[in-house]
């Protein structure tokens, strides 16, 4: 049986984790010295934060179905309101409210009273550096969705105006803080072979680091912030400790064709080496939804445009490799394709389900308002019974993949431009993700040009518009692409009209159809379906890189709150 430590974690701390903080824990309870009292008691404080690690931050979808819908990748059933310009700031929001700052009370809270417990100083440190690391989380989201914010470092009274009602403080000081907490963590968080299995560790807070430090950095280098390369160094140099440790490798079993799949429908990722840190479920006690969703209620879609994302097998993309077929059906459109196309999108290969009568194949292409595109989704998606049942999944889910790790060292690398990144660099990052699935080797310099290569509105090198495909074809659907459009300033993707179409059905394919599988569907001019039959294009705004200030926390700022831009 699976270690029960990690969801004994989460479900402790799940049962309040939406209270505010100070509901839960009154200020005399937690001031008596007979809680901070042993390294056992600031364990049980540190628990209550695990249930952030449970989402990425901004989404709370379930895993793997609804990550990356408010991004190019895919369309939902209908049009996301943020994405065609239709959000409006009101006067509460609950990504600040008193419950959205209740996480940073409480790890303050924290840092203003472990000193009062005694005992093995390397434990105690062990889990100031896991309330750090949570500090360091939560201001990471919310500088991805605010921009500036009020640091505060202090346990908070209700007289302290100076901090209640401080100002925004520049992203830039803020995220130096991050950086400050995330170091701690680093020295002070145990090796993994010392902590039960689901507890954070020094290499969690290296891969955090690695993510934390990319994003700051790509978002003042394409906003023209400056300062950014002391992050792109400092990322770099966090996903090269994990690299260099030995203690993480890529999930294979050498069978390209399958690996990539079955990474994502395993029931036990604990001794997975692509695991940094996983979700661990179990039957009747901690379950997950995720192939429920993927079949009944995801109302999603890929987009055309990701489609053609993918290489084809010679590692060349489809606009200039002779062994693109083209898209006249769903099967031509993947054949002679990077592998994770197949292992992504449904397709003949892979059963939808398997029953007692045996597996089942979905013929066609699933074109509903649960797939509008007619490019479902597969990754993530077990075709067995038991985790397609609603409340019964039991699959792991990963929070820190080694796969991130690799991305984030490359690209980091081929930012900081010292000397250029080399071949050496890429067959250490890049090139094993690409080995996994069969596809030949990045090189530098790259030996190719992409007339289709995405406009991001400024020019790119060829070796990062790679860089960037490869992170988006292997991230799909863990929550990455949105931040990713947003700290690269890439906003003018959206206006592509392929982020608006699904599959091409050519009147030939159409005929082999079932008749009624287009009802009320249109089409372009060239075939492809349209995912909002009224809606064919849309156009950027820069203000959408940052969310609106809640109107009523303005007001009651006493002036020291001014509104994001364009807002």
Known sequence: MKNKIIFIIFLFALTSCNDDFMDRYPKDALSDPMFWSSPDDLESFANQFYPLLTTRGQHDFNWLIQMDDQSDNKCTGTPLPWLFGQDVPAAT?????????????????????????????????????????FRAWEYYKKVRIFGDVPWIDKDLGTNDDEYLYKPRDSRKVVMDHVLDDLDYAIEN?????????????????????????????????????????????????????????GMYSLYTTENPHKDYYDLFIQSDLRGNKESILCMVYLTNILNTYTSHYTEANGYVGFTKDFAESYLCADGKPISISPLYLGDDSLEMEMTNRDL???????????????????????KYPRVNILCP???????????????????LGINDRFIFRYAEVLLNYAEATAELELGGI???????????????????????????????????????????????????????????????????????????????VGIRVTPEWKDQLPGDLFEDRKFTNDYLLQ???????????????????PLEEIALSRGNLVQNPGW
Request: include cysteine.
């Open 340 to 362: 994770r196309f197949r292992q992504t999108i449904d397709n003949k290969s892979f059963p939808y389900k398997i029953t007692n009568e045996g597996p089942i194949y979905n």
């Open 531 to 549: 995912t909002y039959n009224d809606i064919i294009s849309r156009d950027w705004n820069d203000k959408l890189y940052l969310r609106w200030i």
């Open 422 to 500: 080399t071949q050496d660099d890429l067959d250490e990052s890049i090139n094993l993700l690409r080995e996994r699935v069969g596809l030949p080797k990045l090189t530098v310099p790259i030996g190719f040009s992409d007339p289709n290569w995405p406009d991001y509105g400024y020019d790119l090198s060829p070796l990062l518009h790679e860089i960037r495909r490869e992170r988006r074809v292997e991230l799909v659907s863990e929550d990455f692409r949105w931040d990713d459009i947003v700290r690269w300033k890439a906003g003018k993707l959206f206006e592509n009209p392929k982020t608006l």
């Open 373 to 391: 595109t007619g490019y479902l989704q597969i990754k993530g998606h077990s075709p067995l019974g038991s985790e397609y049942e609603y409340g």
């Open 189 to 245: 968080l145990y090796e993994p072979s010392k902590v039960p299995q689901g507890r954070i560790h020094k290499y969690v807070a290296l891969a955090f680091k690695s993510r934390v430090c990319l994003y700051e950095a790509s978002y003042r280098k394409y906003h023209n912030l400056g300062e950014y390369e002391k992050f792109y160094m400092e990322a770099r140099e966090a996903a090269k400790a994990i690299m260099s440790s």
């Open 93 to 133: 929001s609950g990504y600040w409210n008193a419950g959205a700052w209740s996480t940073i009370r409480a790890t303050n809270y924290f840092l203003s009273r472990y000193e009062k417990v005694e005992g093995d100083a390397i434990k105690i440190a062990s889990y100031v550096g896991e309330v750090r690391f």
